[in-house]
């Protein structure tokens, strides 16, 4: 199978990436008129699993689980669409539960299991959501996708475990899901692309397939 | 956002004594608006302490028929629990409207009480707004107001508070618990809670410094038709225009909170007792002192007509 | 080559690749988190530095001093580079605005230093620590006040500012029924999901950039002229690009200060955009106010149609072509159009998805629904009457193909049309519910377009152009031509894609991408095809590729042969002739959508979309489709919600992030139905293929209006139509 995409950039190699083979790096440049005691520091050892790999990193306590996976561990699935909480494009399951990885520091995250886009399924090995928006074409520049995707397969288990929503008719009654449902509970993920029509399709296909 | 130092709290007297200990910290929870508003230096604690460990977790009943929320329970457990979207099903409503999923997962009961405005001035720190800089005038007022408070106004602010979850607890009478540095105990009447703008904006709710927000209480339920109706321009992922909290009795008696309109969850007594009059009289009631702008004098005829399709679900 | 006659029959035709509803080839790198943007390379040494930006706290006026000693000794900072520092650079020749350099504050948010950290969080407090004084000048910021002093532009985007056929005043006058109303469209924003990026390294003086550029070469120069060096010395890099709609067609800060920025600490530099920052700091679609006269026979056929709009920019902007449309898509033998242009100190208004179209089809099929009213007559019957076949100015230039009006009863046969009511007339529980429709109509652009193709001895064809792919679904469309003019599958052809040491594309803009990329890649494929021809002494012309082999009478010679142990490359680009000129290219469409509007809150809702597009050959229908549902999308937004906000009194966009701009969520929008004409363009190109990522946009909101109206008997004027300018003229509830 050839590469159809055009990957490897650098005419220098300067920049190659390789990020899976990337050590975490320090934060360099803290630590200077830190208060001693080593609670009182501003930045901190944190432990969680990636994908099921253990890691531990040494973090500025300002660093969001969002930069701390993308620039300290460089899985950048993981998308920085607003960094306020307004867009979604971050979206990661922490514990199975889906979060907004830019409001969350990464240090509250000390044991968490998290679980991004890349532990999702990998080319070649796609998750069935991953799958589903391939075959309906649930995205356009792809930059929404993962947080998209991520979102989707905890709506999924949302709707699995009874919680309501806005669009729920009868609070008593067990939740399905509906297009309606779906698209309600999607809603904090934003696509300007507006591949909404084909990403509910894609949802509704996984969703149909596994009742 | 400035740097700060960070340490992890395992109960809740641990926390207040840390928050004791240090003036320059603050709670950090679920963190989606503190985190939010630090990193645009508006919020610039320079110690955070993690309660996410201290337990309060548990939605539990109380002796007189209630129920108890912990502070610390997850916007989106709160809205599933079973106890209330049977007994309490304005608050399960309330909350399902506001914010998204992922930021549901996370925010917590206290930190819901606690999110400040939306006010796009408020979030613009190159411009005056008396809520983050006391003194430096209100932007808003002449300003883009669109969104803003018509009632309980001041020259200095015309800020709303952005919750829903708030709004229908008000509509509930429910009553905030907490604990104090030194160790009292109290429990403050919502109504009490957040404050007018006056002339210290800045000051957005009764807690004292380092006062600690435990549960949230709600009385033995009331029944009625439980009604939250939340208006906006997207379906979704959006804050009111105007909301209503409404239950009413099968008498067509009942009570009402309105969000979007005000520094904090407007409820009027005189409102109330309009209500069986209708949509009309009860809207008017609770909005009499209303000073709204160009810009939100539509919110005036918005609560009016909202409250109406209120009742009008309520009948139906 | 150059494009002169209209196309004949050629490989193209075949169909078995083109045409073809082929998945995306970067569709698994994009659902997995492969596909890296623009801020995701990674220096393995780790040796890049954050650099986080600084926007002007004013409007106007100019930068007296800039304090940066308490930014300098913050923790980990590096260097702090100030506008003032880099001074007066040369202006991007695509730019408005000056991007970065010298003391003139042109707008809100302008860049005025970057501060450059070990890491993001260190930037970014430092970067608040700047201290800078200001001296503030007034500034014009009121469209409506602007709109007095509005001046007929010089430049208008290379379409005349004022036009005029027959005497359209008397004409006017004369007629037995007409309409004369204003509209106003906002300023609206591109929003996409990836924020302006870059990440720059330098090589000596040779420069290396990673961004998100939807016009690879035209940045290239930009930049090399405002770092006052030779384009040759750089490079520029984009493969992947998180959407643009315009936003990013010309070259934007975080470029110009990720360079600067990298050159001053000796290493890599890589700076985003903040999300709040990019409302006011990069471009946006101008507001509009626009005037539109309409004059009929009471049997509604058009004898005068007149269209004014005046739009603000600054100093040295160019209007917002919101007329352009008007020229060409009604009949009409008395006509005039006019564009005035304000000086307004907002920022730098530019292209956003159709730029013109977009803003005025929203205002002339709202005039078109309304005059039909007027009438009498059904909407569709009224605009079918004034088809032309021929541009009314000049109707000695037939249009290639407009089938507009089998797009208007196609659509009225699948969505029901015949079941709409009066205004007012149906509801279903609280919902007024109506129908509303449009024409969509855009033009097709020409722009030259390069590639190299390169067939190796293991049978993979490798196609090189610096087009770009901003969710478009150019790597798959350009896999596709290639394939089906070597006659290969698709999966033997890789794609390499934004890139500017590669030949000079289209680029992405103007729904010229798809057509004009994919007839460069035509080029160069003919160029590789004669090689091949050549190396196996065959007349290439009655060569035949086909099934990984290439055929003449009876001799077969697989592909992988043919081209030896090393490979054959064909390099070529299009070129057009003067057939844009003897013929009107355009594209057209309808649009249906049906809305509910709240009889107690007045809040829209829409339940269902239809467009008919008729848009010459389509590629893939997949990806052409989805470029059609977003655009209904981005018109869904266009219509209820989108604004910028504008602070009269400060001068800038008060709603300067994803909370306060509401672009549509999920949950506005329902299940979207497309379809596509059966068309094939032989003036279009070789592809015979046109545009429709902007064909979707055109006319969405109208239609949405006219539902809305429709539902309701409120005509809604001022976009966005939003509740509150509803609310008093719906029923009494109480």
């Known amino acids: 199978m050839p590469r159809l995409v055009h990957l490897e950039v650098s005419r220098r190699d300067l920049l190659k990436s390789s990020a899976a083979t990337i050590a975490a790096t320090g934060v360099a440049g803290v630590g200077a008129a830190q208060p001693a005691e080593d609670k009182m520091k501003s930045s901190n050892t944190v432990s969680f699993t990636v994908n099921g790999k253990a890691e531990k990193l040494e973090l500025d306590n300002r660093t969001t689980l969002l930069d701390a996976l993308r620039e300290h561990l460089h899985m950048t699935g993981t998308k920085k669409g607003c960094d306020h909480g307004q867009c979604g494009a971050c979206t990661v399951l922490v514990a199975g539960q889906r979060i907004n990885s830019c409001l969350s520091l990464a240090v509250m995250h000390e044991g968490d299991e998290i679980t991004t886009i890349e532990g999702l399924g990998q080319p070649g090995a796609l998750h069935p959501m991953q799958t589903a928006f391939v075959k309906h074409d649930g995205f356009q520049c792809g930059y929404c996708t993962p947080g998209q995707i991520c979102s989707s397969v905890a709506v999924l288990e949302e709707i699995k475990a009874n919680i309501p929503s806005h669009v729920t008719k009868d609070m008593q009654a067990k939740v399905t899901a509906t297009p309606e449902e779906i698209r309600e509970r999607m809603s904090g993920n934003i696509c300007r692309c507006g591949a909404y029509s084909n990403i509910i399709e894609a949802i509704t296909d996984v969703a149909g397939s596994r009742a | 956002m400035k740097a700060f130092t960070y340490e992890r709290a395992t109960s809740v007297q641990q926390a207040v004594s840390m928050a004791a200990s240090n003036p320059d910290a603050r709670f950090i929870a679920g963190g989606t608006n503190l985190l939010d508003l630090m990193k645009l230096q508006i919020e610039t604690p320079l110690h955070l302490i993690d309660i996410n460990h201290v337990g309060l977790d548990k939605i539990e009943a109380t002796d007189d028929g209630g129920l108890r929320i912990g502070a610390m329970v997850r916007n989106t457990a709160l809205a599933a629990d079973e106890h209330v979207r049977r007994d309490y099903s304005v608050l399960s409503r309330a909350l399902v409207a506001g914010a998204s999923g992922q930021l549901r997962n996370k925010a917590t009961t206290a930190g819901n009480l606690l999110q400040r405005t939306r006010c796009p001035y408020f979030y613009d720190t190159n411009q005056p707004c008396n809520k983050r800089q006391p003194g430096s005038g209100c932007s808003a007022f002449g300003g883009f107001s669109r969104q803003h408070a018509v009632v309980g106004t001041s020259e200095a602010c015309i800020a709303t508070h952005p919750s829903d979850m708030a709004i229908a607890m008000r509509a509930l009478d429910a009553k905030v618990e907490t604990v104090k540095g030194d160790g009292t105990r109290r429990t403050i009447p919502i109504a009490d809670f957040h404050r007018l703008p006056g002339d210290t904006p800045h000051i957005e709710t009764n807690l004292e410094r380092g006062e600690f927000i435990t549960a949230v209480t709600l009385p033995a339920p009331i029944g009625g038709k439980q009604i939250y109706r939340k208006v906006r321009d997207r379906a979704s992922y959006a804050f009111a225009l105007v909301s209503i909290a409404a239950v009413v009795q099968p008498d067509g008696t009942g009570r009402f909170a309105i969000g979007g309109v005000a520094h904090k969850p407007w409820r009027m007594g005189e409102a109330d007792a309009q209500l069986k009059a209708g949509a009309r009289e009860a809207a008017r009631a609770a909005l009499a002192d209303a000073r709204p702008t160009e810009q939100n004098r539509y919110k005036l005829d918005l609560v009016e007509r909202t409250l109406g399709a209120a009742l009008a679900e309520a009948k139906g | 080559m150059k494009f002169e006659k209209p196309a004949e029959m050629n490989p193209i035709d075949r169909m078995k690749v083109v045409g073809q509803p082929i998945r995306r080839i970067d569709g698994e790198l994009k659902v997995s988190g492969q596909a890296k943007y623009a801020y995701e390379w990674h220096d393995p040494a780790g040796s890049h530095a954050y650099g986080y930006p600084v926007g002007s706290a004013i409007a106007k006026g100019r930068i007296l001093s800039i304090d940066s000693k308490a930014a300098q000794r913050s923790p980990g900072v590096l260097k702090i580079v100030t506008t003032l520092d880099v001074g007066d650079r040369e202006k991007g020749k695509f730019n408005t605005a000056k991007l970065f350099g010298g003391s003139e504050i042109q707008h809100y948010h302008q860049a005025v230093a970057v501060v450059v950290a070990e890491t993001f969080e260190q930037a970014r407090e430092a970067a608040a620590l700047l201290k800078i004084e200001y001296a503030e000048e007034a500034g014009s910021f009121s469209l409506k006040e602007g709109k007095l002093s509005a001046v007929k532009p010089k430049d208008a985007g290379g379409s005349e500012p004022d036009t005029s056929v027959g005497d359209f005043a008397g004409a006017f006058r004369s007629a037995e029924v007409t309409l004369d109303e204003e509209y106003s469209t906002p300023d609206q924003s591109h929003s996409m999901m990836e924020p302006h990026a870059s990440l720059a390294a330098w ?102 149609i007149g269209h004014e709009s005046w739009s603000g920019d600054l100093a040295g902007g160019q209007p917002e072509a919101a007329v352009m449309q008007t020229r060409l898509l009604y009949a009409g033998e008395n006509r005039m159009t006019a564009m005035r242009l304000a000086t307004l100190n907002l920022p730098e208004g530019n292209a956003m998805r159709a730029p013109g179209e977009a803003p005025g089809l929203m205002a002339l099929e709202i005039a078109m629904d309304e005059m039909a009213e007027k009438l009498g007559m059904d909407p569709i019957e009224f605009r079918k009457l004034n088809d032309t076949q021929v541009d009314p100015e000049n109707p000695d230039r037939p249009f290639t193909q407009r089938n507009l009006n089998g797009c208007l009863d196609l659509g009225a046969e699948r969505f029901g049309w015949k079941n709409r009511g009066k205004p007012g007339s149906r509801m279903e529980g609280n919902m007024l519910i109506g129908m509303g429709v449009a024409a969509a109509f855009r033009n097709n652009l020409l722009l030259p377009s390069a590639a190299r193709v390169r067939l190796d001895r293991s049978g993979i064809l490798t196609v090189e152009t610096d087009m770009t792919d901003i969710g478009t679904g150019s790597y798959t469309i350009i896999a596709q031509t290639a394939a089906e003019m070597l006659g290969l599958p698709i999966n033997r052809v890789a794609v390499h894609l934004g890139d500017s040491r590669f030949p000079v594309s289209a680029g992405s803009g103007g729904q010229f991408g798809a057509n004009c990329s ?29 099934d ?13 042969d043919a081209v030896g142990p090393d490979g054959l490359t064909g390099e070529d680009g299009v070129e057009w002739g003067d057939l844009s000129e003897t013929h009107q290219q355009s594209t057209f469409g309808a649009h249906f959508v049906e809305v509910g509007v709240d009889r107690f809150t007045g809040e829209t809702r829409i339940r269902r979309m239809l467009a008919v597009c008729a848009a010459g050959r389509i590629l893939n229908p997949i990806t052409a489709r989805s470029q059609i549902i977003g655009a209904m999308t981005m018109g869904v937004g266009g219509a209820l919600t989108e604004e910028l906000a504008v602070d009269e009194r400060r001068g800038f966009f008060v709603n300067h992030d994803l909370a306060g701009y509401e672009v549509p969520v999920h949950a506005d929008i329902p299940h979207q139905e497309v379809i596509f004409m059966d068309e094939a363009d032989p003036y279009s190109s070789p592809i015979k293929a046109k545009g429709v990522g902007e064909l979707g946009l055109c006319g969405v909101s109208a239609a949405i209006a006219n539902a809305i109206y429709n539902a309701t008997g409120v005509r809604l004027r001022r976009y966005p139509l939003t509740l509150d300018k509803m609310l008093h003229q719906l029923p009494e509830v109480a």
């Not at chain 3, 460069?520 to 086909?546: H, P, Q, T």
Request: proline share 4%; aromatic share 6%.
């Open chain 3, 203 to 304: 090589d000596g003086d040779e420069l290396t950039l990673w961004t998100s550029s939807q016009m690879i070469d035209w940045w290239r120069g930009d930049l090399a002229a405002t770092l006052g060096i030779d384009k040759g010395k750089v490079t520029l890099m984009s493969p992947f690009i998180g959407g643009g709609f315009g936003g990013k067609l010309f070259l934007r800060v975080d470029a110009v200060l990720a360079a600067f920025a990298a050159k001053a600490i000796g290493r890599p530099v890589k700076v985003a955009l903040p999300r709040p920052l990019m409302a006011n700091n990069t471009t946006h679609r101008p507001a509009t106010i626009q005037r539109i006269r309409i004059g009929a026979s009471r049997d509604g056929k058009i004898s005068a």
């Open chain 3, 518 to 546: 994919t007839s460069g890649v035509y080029a160069a494929c003919l160029k590789l095809r004669e090689a091949i021809a050549a190396k196996l002494g065959f007349n290439s012309a009655d060569a035949v590729f086909a």
């Open chain 3, 548 to 560: 990984g082999e290439v055929r003449l009478g009876n001799r077969t010679v697989p592909l992988t």
